[in-house]
C-alpha cells in the first residue's frame, strides 16, 4: 500500500467518524397529547367533565407513559413527562407534555404509540429549537404560575376578538404558546399571515387583565402531526405501521388494554357514561 492510499483511507474514515453522529444526533423533542379519549369514544358525561375530573382521570393514566416509553427502548432518563393546562374552544383540559432526547424517528415513534394506547385522533411533535421551522410560535408569560382559569380565561377573550386565535393553546411553564398552525398546503389554519397572528395576540394581551400577561418572545419552530383516522383505520393501523418489532406491538397492545380499563373506572367514578 502506498503512502497515498494510506493517506485516502485515513481521510475516507474520518469522514465517516464524523458523519455518522452527525446523522444519528440526538435532538430534543416535545410531544403533546392527552390521556382521555377523543369525543368519538362513548363516553357521553366526558365531553362536560370540568377540568378537576378530568385532570383525576389523567393522573390515573400517566404511570402508562414510562412504561410505553420503556417498550420502545426509551430509558426513564430521556424522557420527562407533566400534566400541563391545555385546550380549545370546547373548553380546557389537562395535556400531557413529554419532553424526549432522541432521534426525529423515535420521537414520531413515541407519538404514534401514545396516539394509539390513548386512541388520540392526533399526536403532536415540536421541535423548539429548529429555527427553519416554518410555524409562527408565540408566548405569553405570567408573572406567577399559569393557572387552568388564568389560561382558559384568556384563550377565551382572544379568540372572541379574533376568531382566528381560536385554534387552541398550550401551557409550557409560565408560558401560555399560541401556534399558528398550517395545513399540509402550508396555508395557515387560522386565515391569518403571521404579522397579523401576533398582531391579534398583542390586542388580546393589551385589552385583557391590566398587567396579568405580556408578550414575551415569538419565533418560528417545527411542528409535526402523527395521526390516525379512527374511522378510516379502527384498528390503529397507522399509528401501529410505525413498528416492526411484535415485541413492541404486543406490549403497546397490553397497555392500550390497560388503558381502555383505567379509563373504565373513572368513568364509573365520575358517572361519564
Known amino acids: 500500500m502506498t503512502r497515498n492510499d494510506l493517506l485516502r483511507r485515513l481521510l475516507v474514515v474520518v469522514l465517516v467518524a464524523v458523519a455518522l453522529p452527525a446523522a444519528a444526533q440526538d435532538r430534543d423533542w416535545l410531544v403533546s397529547y392527552e390521556a382521555m379519549p377523543p369525543a368519538s369514544v362513548a363516553l357521553p358525561g366526558l365531553a362536560h367533565a370540568p377540568y378537576n375530573e378530568r385532570h383525576a382521570a389523567t393522573q390515573a393514566t400517566a404511570a402508562l407513559v414510562l412504561e410505553i416509553a420503556a417498550a420502545l427502548g426509551l430509558g426513564g432518563d430521556r424522557i420527562r413527562t407533566e400534566i ?69 380565561g384568556f384563550f377565551r377573550h382572544a379568540a372572541t376578538m379574533e376568531p382566528g386565535l381560536g385554534g387552541g393553546y398550550a401551557v409550557i411553564g409560565r408560558d401560555i404558546v399560541f401556534f399558528n398552525l398550517r395545513s399540509g398546503t402550508g396555508q395557515p389554519l387560522s386565515r391569518l399571515s403571521d404579522p397579523e397572528f401576533l398582531h391579534a395576540l398583542e390586542r388580546a394581551v393589551a385589552s385583557f387583565r391590566s398587567g396579568a400577561l405580556r408578550i414575551t418572545t415569538w419565533r418560528h419552530v417545527r411542528v409535526r402531526s402523527v395521526e390516525n383516522d379512527w374511522n378510516v383505520a379502527p384498528d390503529g393501523r397507522t399509528y401501529l405501521a410505525y413498528f416492526a418489532d411484535t415485541r413492541v406491538l404486543r406490549a403497546l397492545r397490553t397497555l392500550r388494554e390497560r388503558h381502555t380499563a383505567i379509563v373504565a373506572e373513572q368513568a364509573r367514578r365520575f358517572g361519564w357514561r
Open 84 to 152: 400541563t393546562p391545555g385546550g380549545d374552544r370546547l373548553g380546557a383540559r389537562p395535556v400531557l407534555r413529554s419532553r424526549i432526547t432522541g432521534p426525529s424517528d423515535l420521537a414520531d415513534r413515541f407519538a404514534a404509540a401514545v396516539g394509539f394506547v390513548f386512541r388520540q385522533d392526533g399526536v403532536f411533535v415540536f421541535d423548539l429549537a429548529d429555527p427553519e421551522g416554518g410555524t409562527l410560535m408565540v408566548q405569553v408569560t405570567a408573572p406567577g404560575a399559569i393557572t387552568p382559569e388564568l389560561a382558559h
